[in-house]
T-cell receptor
Framework: AAGVIQSPRHLIKEKRETATLKCYPIPRHDTVYWYQQGPGQDPQFLISFYEKMQSDKGSIPDRFSAQQFSDYHSELNMSSLELGDSALYFCASSLPDWGLAYNEQFFGPGTRLTVL | AQKITQTQPGMFVQEKEAVTLDCTYD???????LFWYKQPSSGEMIFLIY??????QNATEGRYSLNFQKARKSANLVISASQLGDSAMYFC?????????????FGTGTSLTVIP
């Protein structure tokens, strides 16, 4: 079965550089979520999109922006990178909510960003 | 306040024995979902089991079962007949009513080590 695809899987950047992470959700999933997991930390919600519109915003720094495109893939843009941005970035996708509390989020393999 | 609390940073279990990973949660919503994810050292987040707040029966999925005690707001994961491949980080997560947001709230995780 198709899974969530994230690219690149690994990324090394210098401080103050920019980075773009891409996420391709499971076909027919129209909701995408971004999480940041620092070393030894639990995943922290950054932002989510439903039908190409931002639906929720978590602890996303102002230096970061994201969008969802017409084909439902999403990109997380990170500027002025800092050492503390080094983390595993997960994208997850899900089907429409339809008012249900159960809506499993399928996680991608993550992009490991290292800022030097 | 932390929405998900996992009080066991690390656990050890003998191969073939059962182990319980603790999770308590905090929400004022009536409708919510509780999830457990496994994260091996490779980093991916693997869905294990789900429990809905209105489910009267405890969820089970193969060797995984969820001990759901709604009044105590606990959702402990029980792994029976532990295997070496069960060694990983385990995260408890909650999703509240869709009306209050789409994001998952994660606990800080429990690192499980299965001893041969």
């Amino acid at each position: 079965a198709a899974g969530v695809i994230q690219s690149p899987r690994h990324l090394i950047k210098e401080k103050r550089e920019t980075a773009t992470l891409k996420c391709y959700p499971i076909p027919r999933h129209d909701t995408v979520y971004w999480y940041q997991q620092g070393p030894g930390q639990d995943p922290q919600f950054l932002i989510s999109f439903y039908e190409k519109m931002q639906s929720d915003k978590g602890s996303i720094p102002d230096r970061f922006s994201a969008q969802q495109f017409s084909d439902y893939h999403s990109e997380l843009n990170m500027s002025s990178l800092e050492l503390g941005d080094s983390a595993l970035y997960f994208c997850a996708s899900s089907l429409p909510d339809w008012g249900l509390a159960y809506n499993e989020q399928f996680f991608g393999p993550g992009t490991r960003l290292t800022v030097l | 306040a932390q929405k998900i609390t996992q009080t066991q940073p690390g656990m050890f279990v003998q191969e073939k024995e059962a182990v319980t990973l603790d999770c308590t949660y905090d929400t004022s919503d009536q409708s919510y979902g509780l999830f457990w994810y496994k994260q091996p050292s490779s980093g991916e987040m693997i869905f294990l089991i789900y429990q809905g707040s209105y489910d009267e029966q405890n969820a089970t999925e193969g060797r995984y079962s969820l001990n759901f005690q709604k009044a105590r707001k606990s959702a402990n994961l029980v792994i029976s007949a532990s295997q070496l491949g069960d060694s990983a980080m385990y995260f408890c997560a909650m999703r509240e009513s869709p009306n209050t947001g789409n994001q998952f709230y994660f606990g800080t995780g429990t690192s499980l080590t299965v001893i041969p």
